[in-house]
Nanobody
Framework: QVRLVESGGGSVQAGGSLNLSCAVS????????MGWFRQAPEKEREAVAT?????????????RYADSAKGRVIISHDKVKNTVNLQLNSLNPEDTATYYC????????????????????WGQGTQVTVSS
């Protein structure tokens, strides 16, 4: 069993930044990929960013980002703290949602799944609210 606990959400004005953190514990050795997803009221859950939980060419893999996140969002590992972080920059009201951390036990090589249905473990979510 893998346990995920998110933190770092809050309320900011448009243009602001937030750093979300996901603490990973439990049977983390089974995890192949980590991801951040979000869900706004009356909207479907969508991927924000995913990252392979391993080395490629001697370094950690780069993240994969939704088009709406490219250039504004950075997903990263902190293996000392056992966290996966999501740096959100240049936030706008359309980013308002509950943000969830998730872990997947599958990957296609270093390619992570993108659909939330393929992630096995979920945190409780953290709210991000962006005002104009």
């Amino acid at each position: 069993q893998v346990r995920l606990v998110e933190s770092g959400g809050g309320s900011v004005q448009a243009g602001g930044s937030l750093n979300l953190s996901c603490a990973v514990s439990g049977s983390a050795g089974s995890v192949k990929c980590m991801g951040w997803f979000r869900q706004a009221p009356e909207k479907e859950r969508e991927a924000v960013a995913t990252i392979y939980d391993g080395f490629i060419g001697g370094r950690y893999a780069d993240g994969r980002y939704a088009d709406s996140a490219k250039g504004r969002v950075i997903i990263s590992h902190d293996k000392v703290k056992n966290t996966v972080n999501l740096q959100l920059n240049s936030l706008n009201p359309e980013d308002t949602a509950t943000y969830y951390c998730a872990a997947a036990s599958i990957s296609h090589g270093s390619i992570c799944p993108w659909s939330w249905t393929l992630f096995d473990y979920w945190g409780q979510g953290t709210q991000v609210t962006v005002s104009s």
